[in-house]
């Protein structure tokens, strides 16, 4: 080969290499991973000028709690299911109640015996009144020694403390007969409020400790959202303003949030303040727990 062919050979391959190296850099870069935000956090993602903030963060509810054991017991019967919509008050699971029942049974019985024997009391207190009466009319009359009227005065008073024991005796039995009702009530397993069954933890015939988690109950609405902006946004977002929401589960649906809580106070640690929004008008096929994205106006 010829020393201006070797040249030309040089040429074209430093060419192609300088071209192959001219090319897009990737999207990613393999050292950068995407933000990944936790389920009861927001996330804020930059948009344009024109867009503002992008903020995604979980759909939330006030009322969502664990419906735990009051006390230990064994599962007697199960009424709710996963997915059960329930009233306030509604039974959800009863516990074995046949001890306590019978306990609460005896109490009562106990309760009325007490009752009367105070009446008996009572009913004894009227005729040593009656008694002691009739003896200060004899003593009057001369007709008895003083040491009788005495008798009768001590005796009437003597009955007045007997009918204050056995009233007090009555208020104990009363409270341990209260106190008894309250177990009862608490081997019913009730939901606090109404909402939605989203788990269940037990089945008949398990034994259960008290703080065991038996239910997970929640409400359906309203459905809301919290999140931070950068203290730069507390002159501009406020009470009532109304902000574009979609979740991209369900991108074909378009929602407003309304803020109904701004926080008065900037967090010194972070820079930024807490807002709640709530979902106005129906909510579609929105549910608590989905991911959301809301939208922030770009500040003017």
Not at 20 to 38: L, Q, Y
Not at 108 to 119: F, M, V
Not at 161 to 189: C, F, Y
Request: net charge negative.
């Amino acid at each position: 080969m010829t020393g201006s062919n070797k040249l030309r050979v040089f040429t074209l391959g430093a060419t192609a290499l300088l071209s192959g190296c001219g090319g897009s850099k990737p999207e990613t870069s393999p050292g950068t991973s995407p933000a990944v935000s936790t389920p009861h956090s927001t996330a804020l993602q930059p948009a344009s000028a024109d867009e503002g903030l992008a903020i995604t963060g979980p759909l939330i509810v006030e009322h969502q709690v664990d419906v735990t054991a009051q006390r230990d017991g064994t599962v007697s019967s199960v009424s709710a299911d996963t997915g059960a919509r329930v009233s306030a008050g509604a039974i959800l699971a009863r516990l074995d109640d046949r001890q306590l029942t019978a306990n609460l049974e005896a109490a009562r019985a106990k309760t009325r015996s007490i009752e009367a024997d105070l009446k008996n009391w009572q009913a004894e207190g009227e005729v040593l009144k009656a008694d002691y009466l009739r003896a200060q009319r004899l003593w009057n009359e001369k007709l008895i020694a003083e040491e009788q009227l005495q008798h009768a005065k001590y005796k009437a008073e003597s009955d007045v403390w007997d009918i204050l024991r056995v009233s007090e005796q009555l208020n104990t039995a009363k409270q341990e007969e209260h106190s008894l009702e309250l177990e009862v009530e608490k081997t019913r397993i009730m939901a606090p409020f109404a909402g939605l069954v989203a788990r269940r933890y037990v089945r008949e015939g398990q034994s259960v400790s008290k703080g065991d988690r038996l239910f997970w109950v929640t409400a359906e609405g309203p459905l809301r959202v919290r999140f931070t902006l950068p203290e730069k946004y507390v002159r501009q977002i406020k009470k009532g303003q109304e902000l574009p929401l979609i979740s991209p589960d369900v991108a074909a649906e378009k929602h407003v949030a309304k803020v109904v809580e701004v926080s008065p106070v900037i967090d010194p640690s972070s820079g930024t303040i807490e807002v709640l929004a709530e979902l106005s008008g129906p909510r579609g096929e929105l549910r608590p727990g989905m991911t959301v994205v809301l939208h922030v106006p770009s500040l003017p």
